[in-house]
Nanobody
Framework: QVQLVESGGALVQAGASLRLSCAAS????????VGWFRQAPGAECEFVAT????????YYNDSVKGRFTVSRDNTKNTVYLQMNSLKPEDTAVYYC???????????????????YGQGTQVTVSS
């Protein structure tokens, strides 16, 4: 059974940093590209970042470029999202998602991924 479990969400002040983790089990992790998405209350799901199964390349939403960094450790079956200079508009539930193989031109589309986590809440106060 495939499981993706996010952790690391918290309530922080604007300007703070957080590192989210996405731990995978039940799949050959090194064969899966992994993306991060987020959903704020009343908003649609938004692409945040994604990383190829091999660790490169990675792609970002323009709104987080330069502040967020996605990385992975295939020996630990884990993908990370380092979030710096957090803003109140980053407040959302963050989800990781895995898709087998390389990233396609639809890497920013939530529905194109195969497996999904349950999410972790990130709240940034002003």
């Amino acid at each position: 059974q495939v499981q993706l479990v996010e952790s690391g969400g918290a309530l922080v002040q604007a300007g703070a940093s957080l590192r989210l983790s996405c731990a995978a089990s039940g799949l050959t992790f090194s064969a899966y590209s992994v993306g991060w998405f987020r959903q704020a209350p009343g908003a649609e799901c938004e692409f945040v970042a994604t990383i190829k199964y091999s660790g490169s390349p990675a792609y970002y939403n323009d709104s987080v470029k330069g502040r967020f960094t996605v990385s992975r450790d295939n020996t630990k079956n884990t993908v990370y999202l380092q979030m710096n200079s957090l803003k109140p508009e980053d407040t959302a539930v963050y989800y990781c998602a895995a898709v087998r193989g390389t990233l396609t031109s639809n890497y920013n589309v939530y529905a194109t991924y195969d497996y999904y986590g349950q999410g972790t809440q990130v709240t940034v106060s002003s």
